[in-house]
C-alpha cells in the first residue's frame, strides 16, 4: 500500500501525476497452455502504459488442468499477477462476477485469457477512461474466426434480443470493456444469479464509449462453448431482459380464440341452412392439436421464469473461493443478500 501511494511520477513542469490503479480481470477456463503467452504479450503493452500501477486478477473457473499451477508460477514471476480460484467451474458469467468484486482500483478492465482480445486495445481503454468515460467497450470488427453457424447464431441472438428486450447492447459487444470504480461498483450491486453480463453493462447505464478491435486467434486450447451451452446463454439474457416472452401467449391465445369463436358461429350457420355433415373429425383434431400446443409452449415459457425465480429465491452464493493467489482474500464488495420476507 505505502509502495504504491509512493508511486508517483514527477511530470515535466514539477507537479506530481498520480498513479491510477487498474486490475485486469480475466477469467480461464482450462487455458494452461496458453496463459504464459498471454501473460508475456500483455505484460509488453501494459509497461508501455504510463502512470498506472497495474494488477492482473486471473479467476481460475474451475479448470482441471495446470492452471492454477500456470497462475501460482506467474505470480512467483512477478507480484502484480494474483489469481482467484473457484471451487468448480461456474462458468464465465460467475467468473467475471467474482473477479469484479474482488478487483480493487480506480478501473477495472476485462478480457479474455486467450489472446482473442488483442491486449493493444487497453492502451484506448486508458484513454477514453482518462477523457471521462465510465465505460469503454470494445467491438470486434470482424467475425471471420467465428465458424459461419455462430455468426449467424449470434446476429439473430442480437436481433431478436434488440427486439424485445430492454437495455440495447451495442452490436458487436463482447466481454472486453473497462469499467470505472463506479460501474464497478453498480455491477457488483446487482445481485441476480442468473448473469448476463452484456445485458447487466448495459442496464447500469453511465457514460460510455467504443472503441473497436480486430478479433485475434485463439492460440492455445479450444473454445469451450457448445451450441447447447450457447442456446441456454441466449435463452437467459433474454429472460432476464425481458419480459415479452411471457406476455406475447395471451395475445396469441385471444387471436386464436376470436378466430375459433369466428369459426363455431360460422359452423352453426351452415349446419342450420345446410344441415349437418357428420364428418368434421379432421377439424376437431387438427383444433385439439393447435391448441394443446399453444398451451404446451405457454407453460414452457412460465417455467423458464418460475425457474429463475426458484434460483433467485434459493439464495445461494453467486460462487465461492477456494484459494487466492497473491492478493488479499477479502472481496471489495459484499455481495448482495436478498432476504425474503
Ligand atoms: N471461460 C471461463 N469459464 C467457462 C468457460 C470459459 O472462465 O466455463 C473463460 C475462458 O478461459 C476464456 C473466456 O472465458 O478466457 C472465453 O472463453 P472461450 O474462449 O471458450 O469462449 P469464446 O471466445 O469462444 O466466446
Ligand atoms: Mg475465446
Redesign the pocket.
Given at each position: 500500500m505505502l509502495y504504491r501511494s509512493l508511486e508517483t511520477r514527477i511530470g515535466l513542469q514539477g507537479f506530481v501525476v498520480p498513479t491510477s490503479q487498474v486490475t485486469i480481470v480475466?477469467?480461464?477456463?482450462?487455458?494452461a497452455e496458453g496463459l504464459p503467452r498471454f501473460a508475456r504479450e500483455l505484460l509488453a503493452t501494459i509497461d508501455r502504459i504510463r502512470d498506472i500501477a497495474w494488477t492482473v486478477l486471473f479467476?481460475d473457473?474451475g479448470s482441471s488442468d495446470e492452471t492454477r499451477a500456470a497462475i501460482r508460477a506467474l505470480n512467483a514471476g512477478d507480484g502484480r499477477f494474483q489469481g482467484l480460484a473457484l471451487s468448480r467451474?461456474f462458468?464465465?458469467e460467475t467468473?467475471i462476477a467474482a473477479g469484479l468484486r474482488h478487483a480493487r482500483g480506480d478501473a477495472v478492465i476485462l478480457m479474455?485469457?486467450?489472446l482473442?482480445h488483442p491486449p493493444e486495445v487497453l492502451a484506448s481503454f486508458i484513454e477514453n477512461w482518462r477523457a471521462g468515460y465510465r465505460i469503454v467497450f470494445a467491438r470486434r470488427i470482424d467475425k471471420e474466426t467465428q465458424s459461419p453457424l455462430r455468426r449467424f447464431y449470434s446476429q439473430a441472438f442480437h436481433r431478436v434480443f434488440s427486439a424485445i428486450a430492454h437495455p440495447r447492447i451495442p452490436a458487436g459487444a463482447v466481454d472486453f470493456l473497462l469499467m470505472d470504480r463506479k460501474a464497478v461498483d453498480a455491477m457488483n450491486q446487482l445481485g441476480e444469479r442468473t448473469r448476463f453480463s452484456k445485458g447487466l453493462y448495459a442496464w447500469i447505464g453511465f457514460r460510455s464509449t467504443t472503441v473497436p478491435f480486430l478479433v485475434g486467434e485463439?492460440h492455445a486450447g479450444q473454445?469451450?462453448?457448445r451450441f447447447r451451452s450457447l442456446a441456454r446463454f441466449a435463452l437467459d439474457g433474454i429472460v432476464s431482459f425481458s419480459s415479452v416472452p411471457l406476455k406475447v401467449w395471451s395475445y396469441l391465445g385471444l387471436l386464436i380464440s376470436v378466430l375459433a369463436i369466428l369459426y363455431g358461429v360460422l359452423f352453426v350457420i351452415r349446419t342450420l341452412l345446410f344441415g349437418a355433415d357428420v364428418p368434421g373429425f379432421p377439424t376437431l383434431v387438427v383444433s385439439i392439436m393447435i391448441f394443446s400446443g399453444v398451451q404446451l409452449i405457454s407453460l414452457g415459457v412460465l417455467g423458464e421464469y418460475v425457474a429463475r425465480i426458484y434460483d433467485e429465491v434459493k439464495g445461494r452464493p453467486l460462487f465461492l473461493v477456494e484459494e487466492t493467489i497473491g492478493g488479499t482474500a477479502e472481496p471489495q464488495s459484499e455481495p448482495h443478500i436478498r432476504r425474503i420476507a
Open positions: 480475466v477469467p480461464v477456463f482450462n487455458e479467476v473457473d467451474n462458468g464465465k467468473a479474455d485469457g486467450d482473442e485463439r473454445s469451450s462453448w
